[in-house]
C-alpha cells in the first residue's frame, strides 16, 4: 500500500514538515486512476473513449493488458485474467488509487483481479446495472448496450448481476458504422451517434418500460449525450462509473461561507 501523505489532496498552499519516499519501483505520480485496456483496439479513439487521456478531467494512467484479444475476453480465457492480475499490478506499483476496466467483458475476472492488488478494482460498466435497478421502478427494465451474441448470464453474474429478467439488450455491435469500425478501422463519429441514437429511439419505442440505460463497451461514452438527447432516460457507462470511484479514492475539503 502506498503511504497515506503521498495519497492525501493537497492544493498546494501548505506542505506537511516532512520527508517523502516513494514506494520501490514507482516512477510517476498523480494518476489516480488506472485504466485496463484491450491490446487490440486499432481505431481512432475519441474524447469520451476510455482510451482517450483528454475524456476525463483528473489524470489517469492507461495500462494495455497485453496479448488481451477482444475473442479471448468474451470467451473468459484464463490467460487474459492473468495478463490482467500482472497490469492491475504494474498500476499499483505507480501509485494509481483506483483500477477501472475499459472493456466491460473483462468483468468475467472482477473477483480475482480485485483479490490480487490493494487498491479498489472494478473492471465492468455491467457492475452498475445492480445499483441503477434500485433507483427505478420495480416494474421499469434497464437497456444494456452491447454485444448481445457475447452477453452471458456468467458475465452478468460476475458483474453482479446474477437476475437479468428485467435486462433488454441492445445490439450496438450490430450497427453499421461498428462494422466499419471493425473492418477498416477508422471511426465516423457523426454516423456512429446517428445510428446510435436511432437504435436506442426504436428500442424505447418497442419498450416504454425501460428507465435507464447502461453500456458496456469503451467507445459508447462518446455518443452518450445524442442518445440521451433521443431518448431522455439516465445512462450509464464505464466514464460514469470511472468518475465514481474517482470520487471515492480523491476527496478534496469543501470551500466556503459558514
Avoid at 506499483?93 to 483481479?113: N, P
Avoid at 450496438?172 to 463519429?189: M, V
Avoid at 433521443?230 to 470551500?255: A, K, M, Q
Wanted: net charge negative; proline share 7%; aromatic share 10%.
Amino acid at each position: 500500500m502506498s503511504h497515506p501523505e503521498i495519497h492525501a489532496y493537497r492544493d498546494g498552499s501548505i506542505w506537511p514538515d516532512r520527508d517523502f519516499k516513494l514506494p520501490s519501483g514507482q516512477h510517476t505520480a498523480g494518476n489516480a486512476i488506472g485504466i485496463l485496456l484491450l491490446d487490440d483496439f486499432y481505431w481512432p479513439f475519441m474524447p469520451g473513449d476510455m482510451a482517450n487521456a483528454s475524456t476525463f478531467e483528473f489524470q489517469v494512467q492507461h495500462k494495455i493488458v497485453t496479448s488481451s484479444t477482444l475473442k479471448a475476453v468474451k470467451q473468459a480465457d484464463p490467460k487474459v485474467g492473468r495478463a490482467l492480475i500482472k497490469a492491475a499490478q504494474a498500476l499499483q506499483s505507480q501509485g494509481v488509487r483506483a483500477i477501472v476496466g475499459g472493456c466491460g467483458f473483462f468483468g468475467y475476472f472482477q473477483t480475482q483481479v480485485a483479490a490480487a492488488v490493494d487498491v479498489p478494482v472494478t473492471l465492468s460498466a455491467l457492475e452498475q446495472i445492480a445499483w441503477v435497478r434500485r433507483t427505478l421502478r420495480p416494474e421499469q427494465k434497464i437497456a444494456v448496450f452491447s454485444d448481445v451474441n457475447s452477453l452471458t448470464p456468467e458475465l452478468f453474474a460476475a458483474c453482479g448481476t446474477p437476475d437479468t429478467s428485467d435486462i433488454v439488450p441492445a445490439h450496438t455491435s450490430g450497427l453499421p458504422e461498428t462494422a466499419r469500425q471493425r473492418e477498416l478501422g477508422c471511426i465516423n463519429p457523426y454516423r456512429y451517434a446517428q445510428q446510435v441514437a436511432e437504435l436506442a429511439h426504436d428500442l424505447l419505442a418497442d419498450n416504454p418500460d425501460i428507465g435507464a440505460i447502461v453500456a458496456e463497451y469503451t467507445e459508447f461514452p462518446t455518443f452518450a449525450w445524442a442518445v440521451q438527447h433521443e431518448v431522455n432516460v439516465p445512462i450509464y457507462d464505464c466514464t460514469t462509473l470511472t468518475r465514481w470511484v474517482y470520487s471515492g479514492v480523491v476527496r478534496h475539503p469543501f470551500p466556503g461561507l459558514i
